[in-house]
C-alpha cells in the first residue's frame, strides 16, 4: 500500500505541475497512473482488488454537483478517480476528505494573504440568497477569478495527509 501511496504523491506532483503552467490536469497524466493503479489492484488483490479499485474511482463521480457548479473542473474529478484506481476503497474516501480539507486550508491562507475576506462573503452570501429566490443553482464564479486556486495543490495535500496518517498508524 505505500508504493500505491507513493505513487498517488508522485501522480498528484504531476498534476501540480501540469495544472500550475496550463490549467489543466492531463489525461497523459491520468491514464498512464489509473492503468498502473488498476493493474496492481488486479496483481495485488485479484477480482476483488480490481473491482475494489473500480468501485473507489467511481465513488468520485459523487463530485458531479460541484463539476456542474463549476466548483470543480473535470480534471478534478479525473484524478480522484485515479487515486480511486491507486489506492481503492476506503484510502480513496479519505484521502478524497483530506483533500476538501487541504483546499479549506489553503483559501483560508489566500483570503489572509489577499485580505479580501469580507469582500468574498458578501459575494457568497449574495450568490447564496440569489440560488434561494430563484429556486436553482447557478455557477459560482466568485467575484473576479483572483480567489480561484488550483484545486491539485488540494488533492495534494489530502494525499500527502493521507500518507503520513498511514505511516504512522
Do not use: E
Not at 17 to 30: E, H, P, Q
Not at 89 to 104: N, V
Request: aromatic share 14%; net charge positive.
Amino acid at each position: 500500500m505505500l508504493i500505491r501511496l507513493g505513487l498517488c504523491v508522485l501522480f498528484s506532483l504531476c498534476n501540480c505541475v501540469t495544472d500550475w503552467k496550463s490549467g489543466k490536469i492531463r489525461n497523459m497524466v491520468v491514464v498512464p497512473f489509473a492503468a498502473a493503479g488498476l493493474l496492481s489492484q488486479l496483481i495485488g488483490g485479484g477480482w476483488h482488488g480490481l473491482l475494489n479499485a473500480f468501485g473507489a474511482a467511481a465513488m468520485a463521480l459523487i463530485l458531479l454537483p460541484l463539476f456542474a457548479l463549476r466548483m470543480l473542473g473535470a480534471g478534478d474529478i479525473k484524478a480522484f478517480m485515479a487515486i480511486g484506481a491507486m489506492v481503492g476503497f476506503p484510502a480513496a474516501a479519505y484521502i478524497m476528505a483530506y483533500s476538501f480539507l487541504g483546499a479549506g486550508v489553503i483559501a483560508v491562507v489566500l483570503l489572509l494573504v489577499r485580505k479580501n475576506g469580507r469582500q468574498r462573503a458578501v459575494r457568497f452570501w449574495q450568490y447564496c440568497k440569489d440560488c434561494f429566490r430563484s429556486c436553482s443553482f447557478r455557477s459560482y464564479d466568485g467575484i473576479d477569478g483572483s480567489g480561484a486556486f488550483r484545486f491539485s495543490f488540494g488533492i495534494l495535500a489530502g494525499t500527502v495527509a493521507y500518507m503520513v496518517q498511514y505511516i504512522i498508524q
